[in-house]
């Protein structure tokens, strides 16, 4: 079972950017989807945003021209760029592997998990 592994979180202040990366310990087909979810202290988890090909990415409607997905797959590795933070952007981020040939918004469809990284934007 690939393993995924998050990194990049951290505080930052209102505005500011982190850039997020997620690894593979093991081979991900470029054909499988991939996605960035995030959860906020009481609140359900929800995708941020997700991407098959450079030209097949989706983004949440609170996240649309502030951040960016891409992904290497040279590398196993998947970015998420993030601008313009904001303090509602505080939660817990989380790399996951999704269909394959398609992306859907569903959690259940994405399987592993990362164990996830911080991001606290403070106002």
């Known amino acids: 079972q690939v393993q995924l592994v998050e990194s990049g979180g951290g505080s930052v202040e209102a505005g500011g950017s982190l850039r997020l990366s997620c690894v593979a310990s093991?081979?991900?087909?470029?054909?499988?989807?991939m996605g960035w979810f995030r959860q906020a202290p009481g609140k359900e988890r929800e995708l941020v945003a997700s991407?098959?090909?450079?030209?097949?990415?989706f983004y949440g409607d609170s996240m649309k021209g502030r951040f960016t997905i891409s992904r290497d797959n040279a590398k196993n590795t998947v970015y998420l760029q993030m601008n313009g933070l904001k303090p509602e952007d505080t939660a817990i981020y989380y790399c996951?592997?999704?269909?394959?040939?398609?992306?859907?918004?569903?959690?259940?469809?994405?399987?592993?998990w990362g164990q996830g990284t911080q991001v606290t934007v403070s106002s």
């Open positions: 991407i098959l090909t450079t030209d097949t990415t």
């Open positions: 996951a592997a999704g269909s394959y040939f398609r992306c859907t918004p569903r959690l259940g469809d994405f399987t592993p």
């Open positions: 093991g081979y991900i087909s470029s054909r499988r989807c």
